[in-house]
Every structure is written in C-alpha cells, then in structure tokens.
Nanobody, 122 residues
Framework: QVQLVESGGGLVQAGGSLRLSCAAS????????MGWFRQAPGKEREFVAA????????YSGDSVKGRFTISRDNAKNTMYLQMNSLKPEDTAVYYC???????????????WGQGTQVTVSS
C-alpha cells in the first residue's frame, strides 16, 4: 500500500509557473507506476503525465507537451510536476496517482492522492 499527498497548488496568472509535489508514505513508490491526472469542473479526469513502469521513461498528454515536466526524487519518495506557461484551461484539480501496469491508465490506477487545486487566472 501507498498513501499519496499532493501539495503546491494555488492561484497563478496566465503565463506563470507552478510546481506540484506528491509525497508517498507507507511504501516506497518505486514499486509503482507513478503519474499525474487532472480534472476540471464538468469534465472527465484527464491524463497529464507519467513515468512508465521502469520509473525512468516519461510520457505526457498532448495538451501539456512542451510545458509540463514530470520528475521524481526516489530518495525523498517524492514526485513532481513542473508546470510552465500556464493557461486558464489548465485550471483543474491535479491528482497524483499510482498503478501497477507499464503505462499508467485511468482505469489502471490503484491509488489516488486527495488532489490539489490549480487555478490559472487570465
């Protein structure tokens, strides 16, 4: 089992940057496929970025490519999402997620964080 806690959300102006953190406890997240999803009001939960099961290779959704970067510090049992050039459409609750498949899919997530709100103003 692993518990996930996100932090770093807040209010930022369009074009700004924000860094989210996901701290794991209970068990090291090196045993899971780790990534990020987000959900805006009235919309389905959307894939943002993730590591593959290797914990090295990364991939991201088309809407954030070139702007968001996922990283991790295994020694700290923490994963990060660096968000640059933020747009109002990035406004959503961002969730840290852990799964057990090579690629992290919505239906394959076993553990979710509580979510952290990111609001981008224009």
């Amino acid at each position: 089992q692993v518990q996930l806690v996100e932090s770093g959300g807040g209010l930022v102006q369009a074009g700004g940057s924000l860094r989210l953190s996901c701290a794991a406890s209970g068990r090291s997240f090196t045993g899971y496929t780790m990534g990020w999803f987000r959900q805006a009001p009235g919309k389905e939960r959307e894939f943002v970025a993730a590591f593959t099961w290797t914990g090295i290779s990364t991939y991201s959704g088309d809407s954030v490519k070139g702007r968001f970067t996922i990283s991790r510090d295994n020694a700290k049992n923490t994963m990060y999402l660096q968000m640059n050039s933020l747009k109002p459409e990035d406004t959503a609750v961002y969730y840290c997620a852990a799964g057990n498949s090579y690629y992290l899919r919505l239906q394959g997530v076993d553990y979710w964080g509580q979510g952290t709100q990111v609001t981008v103003s224009s």
